[in-house]
């Protein structure tokens, strides 16, 4: 049971629109800073891989205090951790808009994803308990969850006038107005709300082994790439990894209030809509790592082209998730995100039959059917967390969710990355070996090379479409075993 009133119907949906804020910023933050690192860079007189710890540092701490947050929200009341993340972040961001150095800009990094990943947790356990109606929750939820799409799709569009006038500090400080506003807004609307079990121990063991294997677990997959997935420092990550995951496990086995309850993972609709997310958020943000590359190797667009081309997409995604309610009523939560995931991988698929003669509608509408599949299934994707766990503990499930999500995205970009760079090695050489040039004249001998190469890059982007939809569209079939009462998941399953 929740310490928290219903709140009057206005203000329901006022909520909403409140941590849509915390959560869009959080997120355009993310997105919107890879544009700035160029300038940083110049700016800073750094290399590019010293630049990439700005990113890495945001990951890896974003990543280990979600599920620290989610379990304070639970305990010492969510809009408290909501406002004190808020607070943070914008303090954060303005730090880190005067940074003078590589230092401290990731320091100020460090502050600033601390404090933005305690929005996941808090907002989702905030909108779970404000609206109690199953229908409603799950609208709620979607239209909240679409923000992450429009903000990965708005951070390049707005990004890139904001450096090219302001310069790049100015990503860092729009953050202050902005979220002076979501703190005002928070204070006036959102009414605190916290578990009636009472805490009197903090799992900090669990937190700091979580923590470590976090860390090990993102720092490999962003640095791989890099550093050779064999080489030493691979290997180290991979078994620091292992070791405190399992030092972890058998913590959370033990201690009386763990961080992260181990018994979600016996309910079955929990697990499969954990995989369930993890598969699409793993396509989806592989797809959108991938997609402006080609769109600027191939195509030739510059930076702010390639962000118009998928304007439409977040259009279609807002647009899906209202939709996802009409689907769930009529044919129940498990169909809803089989749909969902399978309408998503076919539309990665589509990605396939690009080429260097592909116009911009030969990337918009894949992306649009990629965004309708996912969007009309984000709801349900979502309200299943929020519903088959005790409702005291809605902020530890929801940061299982957010991590779930996050290693997802860096895995996705991990995988397809390294995918592609060994299919592009391997087609050279097979390409080469079936073909011959008559000609000993060097430009002729260029282009035969150019060609080769063009062709293996093509081929080899064909190939990373298919592998990623075909694991998108077997994923779907993995939420059919996921029991469904036909209508809606709006039965509560209490963990003993």
């Not at 708005?154 to 902005?178: E, Q, T, Y």
């Amino acid at each position: 049971m929740e310490e928290t009133q219903e709140p009057k119907s206005n203000l329901k949906w006022w909520i909403l629109f409140t941590v849509i804020i915390g959560t869009f910023l959080g997120r355009l933050d993310q997105t919107i800073v890879n544009l700035a690192l160029p300038k940083i860079i110049d700016d800073f007189g750094i290399s590019v891989s010293s630049a990439g710890w700005i990113a890495t540092a945001y990951i890896l701490a974003n990543a280990i205090f979600v599920p620290i947050w989610g379990k304070l929200g639970d305990t010492i009341g969510r809009k408290k951790v909501y406002l004190l993340g808020f607070i943070i972040f914008i303090a954060g961001s303005v730090l880190a808009g005067l940074a003078w150095n590589l230092t401290s800009m990731i320091i100020f990094r460090v502050i600033q994803a601390i404090a933005g990943s305690a929005d996941y947790p808090t907002a989702m356990a905030i909108l779970a308990v404000t609206f109690k109606d199953n229908k409603e929750r799950g609208q709620a939820l979607g239209i909240w969850s679409s923000s992450f799409a429009a903000a990965s799709v708005f951070g390049p569009l707005l990004g890139g006038p904001l450096i090219d006038n302001f310069g790049w500090r100015s990503v860092f400080l729009i953050n202050l107005p902005v979220g002076l506003i979501g703190t005002y807004l928070a204070m006036r609307f959102i009414s605190e709300s916290k578990s009636e079990k009472k805490s009197v121990f903090f799992d900090w063991w669990g937190a700091g082994t979580l923590g470590a294997a976090m860390t090990a677990m993102v720092l490999v997959l962003d640095k791989g790439s890099d550093w050779g997935w064999t080489s030493l420092a691979s290997i180290i990550c991979y078994i620091a990894t292992v070791v405190f995951f399992w030092v972890f496990v058998k913590i959370e086995n033990r201690v009386p209030e763990p961080i992260v309850d181990l018994k979600f993972f016996k309910i079955p609709a929990f697990v499969n809509t954990l995989i369930n997310n993890f598969i699409i958020f793993m396509g989806m943000m592989g797809a959108l790592f991938l997609i402006p590359i080609f769109a600027q190797s191939f195509l030739g667009y510059d930076a702010t082209q390639s962000g118009y081309l998928f304007m439409p997409m977040a259009a279609m995604f807002m647009f899906a998730v209202p939709f996802g309610g009409i689907i769930l009523n009529k044919f129940g939560a498990r169909n809803t995100i089989f749909a969902s995931t399978f309408v998503a991988g076919i539309g990665i698929y589509f990605f396939s039959w690009l080429d260097p003669k592909s116009s911009a509608l030969d990337i918009v509408i894949p992306l649009c059917i990629m965004a309708f599949g996912m969007g009309f299934g984000m709801g349900p994707r979502t309200n299943i967390i929020a519903t088959v766990v005790p409702k005291e503990e809605i902020g530890v499930a929801s940061s299982i969710l957010a991590l779930a999500r996050n290693l997802a995205g860096a895995f996705g970009i991990a995988l397809f990355g390294t995918l592609l760079n060994n299919k592009v090695e391997s087609y050279i050489l097979h390409i080469n070996s079936l073909s011959t040039l008559n000609s000993s004249n060097p430009l002729d001998i260029q282009k035969f090379i150019t060609l080769i190469e063009l062709k293996a890059q093509i081929d080899a982007y064909d190939y990373v479409f298919i592998v990623a939809s075909i694991i998108i569209i077997l994923g779907s079939f993995m939420v059919l075993l996921m029991k469904d009462n036909k209508q809606k998941l709006d039965v509560q399953v209490h963990v003993e």
